[in-house]
């Protein structure tokens, strides 16, 4: 873990996760990164493996310690136009639970042989093709009704498992807390936009 880019011994990383507080890590109140790397063809050493691990515990804190924009734009003029580094590589250990494209490319043939050869919206009716023209044609995505990341190693998924949903209406049902397309699609038939 570094802070304010100096690296932070264990016993220091540790008080951070005992504590909840960056005040303990010598008066160095900043959010800070974990930096994880790994050669492509290498297996992990025990190190990296905790560290790894660690990074879940920690990102909890992580938000409780990063400080509000405000601390950092604080005292800059309101016309100064700010600039963000982005762009730089960055490696992640992460889990990622298996999905078979075969299953949405189904759920997708169907839909389509049951509706005119359209694919559109089950939530709000967007149509792809209607809106984009040839770039939108076949276009929706395949929502897991029950989130994958729910089921046990070895269930398996079925096209009726499936709903076919625009982009938005994708990233809704994945919000928390999670929604069904049932009740996402009462949302908007109602209108209102105070739920």
């Known amino acids: 873990m570094r802070v304010n880019g100096r690296l932070l011994?264990?016993?220091e990383i540790?008080?951070?996760i005992a504590n909840g507080s960056m005040t303990s890590v010598q008066g160095d109140v900043v959010k800070f990164s974990m930096e994880v790397t790994t050669a492509l063809?290498?297996?992990l050493?025990?190190?990296q493996q905790w560290i790894a691990g660690a990074i879940g515990a920690l990102t909890p804190a992580y938000y409780a310690l990063t400080p509000p924009l405000s601390v950092f734009v604080a005292g800059l003029p309101e016309n100064?136009?700010?600039s963000y580094p982005?762009?730089?590589a960055s490696y992640r250990m992460h889990r990622r639970l298996e999905r078979d494209p075969r299953v949405?490319?189904?759920a997708k043939s169907k839909f389509k042989a049951a509706n005119d050869g359209r694919l559109f919206c089950e939530v709000c009716g967007f149509d792809f093709f209607s809106s984009f023209g040839e770039r939108g044609r076949d276009y929706a995505e395949g929502h897991h009704i029950r989130p994958v990341s729910q089921?046990?190693?070895g269930e398996t998924t079925q096209v009726t498992d499936i709903a076919i949903v625009c982009s938005n209406c994708h990233s809704m049902l994945h919000r928390r807390p999670f929604t069904t397309p049932a009740v996402l699609r009462k949302i908007v038939e109602g209108g209102s936009n105070s739920r």
């Open 86 to 88: 982005e762009g730089a």
């Open 41 to 43: 063809d290498d297996d």
């Open 14 to 16: 540790n008080d951070v």
């Open 104 to 106: 949405i490319e189904k």
């Open 151 to 153: 089921m046990a190693e």
């Open 80 to 82: 100064e136009e700010l």
């Open 45 to 47: 050493t025990d190190a």
């Open 9 to 11: 011994p264990i016993e």
